[in-house]
């Protein structure tokens, strides 16, 4: 570890306060690139916390991998939709694919489409869900017509089959 004398550590506040003087910014890096503004930190940290929920370990966080896949996904989403698409990354069963990737924040972000498809009620490959639907709108996606105006014996398999997908 370096030690910074008395001395030198005066003439860094002091260059500091000359380069930003008061009400400039200082969120900046000699390079003039922005520091990361804590909200990609932040979502980093949270899915720590949750993966250490889920498997019960620490997370290994790899900073500088994470937060730049994190930040590509702020400048899509906002934090508080990428926070509900956590929720449903680690809420999924332990056959799904994060759980044989390793709740990464890689996979995490690979899994973003599919997570966005599953919350929108359809399948990966756009297909509506039979699972989230009600027998009047599986009625519908099946035949293209009302159960009222189906004969019995058609509207009468459709509630098996139907019936079958909800358990």
Known sequence: M??????DAAFHRDDA???FPEGQSVNRRPSGKPRPDGSTQALV???AALFER???AAYPVNWQKECAIVKRLLATYPPERIEALQDAYFAAGDDSFAAEGGF????FANQV????????GQTSRGFPR???MSFDEFCLWKRGREPAEMPEIVREALRRE???VHG
């Open 130 to 132: 039979p699972d989230l």
């Open 2 to 7: 370096v030690q910074v004398s008395e001395p």
């Open 17 to 19: 306060a000359r380069l």
């Open 162 to 164: 139907w019936s079958a």
């Open 54 to 56: 889920r498997v019960g």
């Open 113 to 120: 489409p599919r997570l966005l498809v599953a919350g929108a």
């Open 45 to 47: 940290r949270r899915h």
């Open 104 to 107: 990464t924040v890689g996979v």
